[in-house]
C-alpha cells in the first residue's frame, strides 16, 4: 500500500505541475457549462435538472480519459525513465493501481468542480437530487471505466498520440457498440448492448441505481487494468 501510495502522489504531482490537466479541465468545464446553460435556456427553465450537463460530460470523459492516460506509461518510455521504474522494488500491480489513482484523482477534480451546476439549481429551481446524486454516481463509475482503458492503451506505445488513438479508439468502439445491435441476431442482440459502456449509464441518469451497472463498470475497470498488468510484466520480459 506504501508504494501505491508513492506513486499514486507522484502520478498527481505530475499532472498538477504540467498545464495539461488545467487545460482538460478547463475544456471540460467551458463545453459542459455550455450545454447545461443552453439546455435550460432551450426549456425555459422549466426542467430543472442537469440533462444538458450530462449528455456532454459523457462524450467529454470518453476524450479526456483518453488524453488523461496518454502519458502515463508512454511518456516514461520515451523520457527513459521507465526502465528505472521497472527495476524499482515495485510489483506491477501496484504500478498498475498508483498511476491509475492519480488519474482517477484527476478525474474526480474535474468532476467536482461541476457541481456548481446543481448549486444553481437548488438555488433557483427544485431539481430531483437524488437523480442528480446517481447521475454523478454514474459518471464516476463511467470515468474509472474509461480511464482503465486509457490506461491499457498506454502501455502498449511509447508514443503519446499512438495511445491516445488506441484508447480513444477503444471507447468510442464500446460507448457505440450498442449501434449494432440491429444487424444481430439470437443471443448477440441481447449481448452486445450490455457490453456498451452507454447502455449502462442511461439508467444513472433516471435515477435508478443498478447492481448490474455497477459491477459492469467496475468488471471493465478491473479488467483492462488487469490486462495492463499483463502488458507490463510481457515488456519487462523482452
Known amino acids: 500500500m506504501k508504494n501505491i501510495g508513492i506513486i499514486s502522489r507522484k502520478e498527481l504531482g505530475s499532472y498538477l505541475t504540467s498545464p495539461m ?27 430543472t435538472s442537469i440533462r444538458g450537463f450530462l449528455d456532454a460530460a459523457q462524450i467529454l470523459i470518453l476524450l479526456f480519459a483518453a488524453i488523461l492516460t496518454m502519458r502515463l506509461v508512454a511518456e516514461e518510455k520515451k523520457t527513459g525513465t521507465w526502465e528505472l521504474l521497472l527495476t524499482a522494488p515495485v510489483r506491477d500491480v501496484e504500478i498498475v493501481v498508483g498511476k491509475f489513482l492519480g488519474s482517477l484523482a484527476v478525474l474526480t477534480g474535474m468532476l467536482v468542480t461541476t ?25 464516476f463509475l463511467l470515468g474509472s471505466a474509461c480511464l482503465s482503458i486509457g ?15 488506441v484508447g480513444g479508439g477503444i471507447l468510442f468502439g464500446l460507448w457505440f457498440l450498442g449501434a449494432v445491435e440491429s444487424f444481430a441476431t439470437g443471443a448477440l442482440k441481447e449481448l452486445i448492448p450490455f457490453l456498451s459502456l452507454s447502455h449502462h449509464f442511461t439508467d444513472f441518469t433516471r435515477g435508478i441505481v443498478d447492481t448490474r451497472s455497477i459491477v459492469y463498470y467496475l468488471s471493465v ?7 495492463s498488468r499483463g502488458s507490463i510484466q510481457t515488456a519487462r520480459w523482452r
Do not use: R
Open 21 to 47: 490537466a488545467y487545460v482538460v479541465t478547463a475544456i471540460f468545464l467551458a463545453l459542459s457549462g455550455t450545454f447545461f446553460s443552453t439546455y435550460l435556456a432551450a426549456t425555459s427553465f422549466e426542467d
Open 151 to 165: 490506461f491499457f492503451a498506454s502501455t502498449l506505445s511509447s508514443n503519446q498520440i499512438v495511445s491516445a488513438v
Open 115 to 139: 457541481l456548481y451546476f446543481p448549486f444553481l439549481l437548488v438555488l433557483f429551481g427544485d431539481p430531483d437530487l437524488g437523480t442528480i446524486g446517481t447521475s454523478y454516481l454514474g459518471l
Open 221 to 227: 475497470t478491473a479488467l483492462f487494468l488487469f490486462l
